[in-house]
């Protein structure tokens, strides 16, 4: 956006990103420097992860915002990275992130790692785990360790796979996160629709 939109940005906007531009820079010229930088086991790296974030901390809204500006090819190309980050962020959390490290103690290198994440949720999905080659011994090695990587990464999923917890607890969770994910799910559509209809109430004004 920066590169396209920088001439239509107020001043306040192009002065956020020269200085987190500048800042996510200063940390990936500093974090380089380490042999694990990366944090040994976390999901991408972990000390750069806040500045990046930051610094991108404003894409959509002004994807949105300067949309007449970039024109059709930026909009669209903005739209495909959105999707494709809101994928890869779902993937993360799917499991917990040490579950790659402990496959890649026994698959062939190269593994990549976004690849192996996503294949690992349609190999749970179908109960695929064994029959794909996904599990090994050294998952077994610590119980804390097993017990977390070979269940959904989400609370409810988490208690049941435990274990402590008791039915009831597990069923009114349940109950709750699928519904406040529907909940979700609706408020997006909401504002999807309402989103759609002021830029079509906007365009009639500006014809007219």
């Known amino acids: 956006m920066a590169a396209f939109a920088w001439k239509s940005f107020r001043p306040e906007i192009k002065a956020y990103f020269a200085a987190f531009g500048a800042l996510l820079f200063a940390y990936v010229s500093f974090y380089a420097k380490y042999t694990v930088g ?9 000390y750069v992860a806040t500045a990046a974030q930051l610094a991108a901390l404003l894409a959509v809204p002004l994807l949105l915002r300067h949309r007449a500006d970039v024109g059709k090819a930026v909009w669209r190309a903005g739209l495909a990275i ?13 499991f917990w992130c040490p579950l790659e490290r402990y496959q890649m103690e026994t698959l062939s290198p190269p593994t990549f790692v976004v690849w192996l994440r996503w294949k690992n949720i349609v190999a749970f999905a179908l109960g695929k785990m064994s029959a794909w080659g996904l599990t090994n011994e ?20 988490l208690l049941k796979r435990v274990g402590k917890a008791p039915a009831w607890v597990v069923e009114v969770l349940t109950v709750l996160w699928v519904t406040a994910l529907a ?8 504002a999807g629709r309402l989103a759609a209809k002021r830029e079509f109430d906007l365009a009639g004004r500006s014809s007219s």
């Open 183 to 190: 909940a979700l799910v609706a408020l997006l559509g909401v």
């Open 138 to 157: 050294a998952m077994r090695e610590d119980a804390w360790d097993y017990v977390h990587i070979t269940t959904w990464n989400f609370l409810p999923f």
């Open 82 to 94: 959105v999707l494709v980050s809101v994928v890869i962020q779902l993937g993360s959390v799917a």
């Open 38 to 46: 990366s944090g040994d086991t976390a999901w991408g790296d972990r």
